[in-house]
């Protein structure tokens, strides 16, 4: 009988662990998404490590794509801003990179910024602004991020969404149709 006790007593102690510990497929990636600026702005590809962010951690950011204009040396920047959920308050001073090696237009390009400054605090939701463009405020390919929506929908999705309409329909007898 006691064993039976020690069985189940270890049993149910190893479930309650292995569902206590976090698990990676739970884990969801920052997607960027375009800006949808204007016609004439592309879309960029961006990565960030650690993915979310961290605040207070410096973030490292790999952009790429492939711009509709010219990359000058030294004219052309990257800009990345972390401002509140309505996209209005600026959360951090943004941060700026300048674009050392020209590329032409319709070549592919990857450019690289490690060491980004997060936010002292960060909100349950921001957003993150991701913009390649020149010194006179041409923007040239742009991306945002929205972090930290609700996980609920994500991770279950039932539970997100109000039930509209009768569960089961009422079935009826042949013979009362």
């Given at each position: 009988?006691?064993?039976n006790f020690?069985?189940?007593f270890?049993?149910?102690?190893?479930?309650s662990?292995?569902n206590?510990?976090?698990?990676?497929?739970?884990?969801?990636?920052t997607?960027?998404?375009?800006?949808?600026?204007?016609?004439d702005?592309?879309?960029?590809t961006?990565?960030i490590n650690?993915?979310?962010?961290?605040?207070?951690?410096?973030?490292?950011?790999?952009v790429?794509?492939?711009?509709?204009?010219?990359?000058?040396?030294?004219?052309?920047?990257?800009?990345?801003g972390?401002?509140?959920?309505?996209?209005?308050?600026?959360?951090?001073a943004?941060?700026?990179?300048k674009?050392?090696?020209?590329?032409k237009?319709g070549?592919?390009?990857?450019?690289n910024a490690s060491?980004?400054?997060t936010?002292?605090?960060?909100?349950?939701v921001?957003i993150?602004?991701?913009?390649?463009?020149d010194l006179?405020?041409?923007?040239?390919?742009?991306?945002l991020?929205?972090?930290?929506?609700?996980?609920r929908?994500e991770?279950?999705?039932?539970?997100?969404?109000?039930?509209s309409?009768?569960?089961?329909?009422?079935?009826?007898?042949?013979?009362?149709?």
């Amino acid at each position: 009988m006691n064993r039976n006790f020690i069985i189940i007593f270890i049993l149910l102690f190893t479930l309650s662990m292995i569902n206590a510990v976090p698990h990676q497929l739970r884990k969801r990636e920052t997607n960027f998404d375009s800006c949808l600026v204007g016609k004439d702005v592309v879309p960029l590809t961006v990565k960030i490590n650690p993915d979310p962010p961290v605040a207070k951690k410096p973030e490292s950011f790999t952009v790429s794509g492939t711009l509709n204009d010219d990359i000058l040396a030294y004219n052309t920047v990257l800009m990345i801003g972390f401002v509140d959920s309505t996209g209005a308050l600026s959360l951090t001073a943004p941060y700026f990179q300048k674009f050392v090696e020209p590329v032409k237009a319709g070549t592919p390009f990857s450019i690289n910024a490690s060491k980004v400054p997060t936010p002292v605090n960060l909100p349950d939701v921001y957003i993150i602004r991701v913009i390649v463009g020149d010194l006179n405020d041409n923007i040239y390919g742009c991306a945002l991020a929205v972090v930290g929506e609700t996980l609920r929908k994500e991770a279950y999705p039932i539970a997100g969404y109000p039930i509209s309409g009768p569960i089961a329909e009422r079935s009826y007898p042949i013979s009362e149709r």
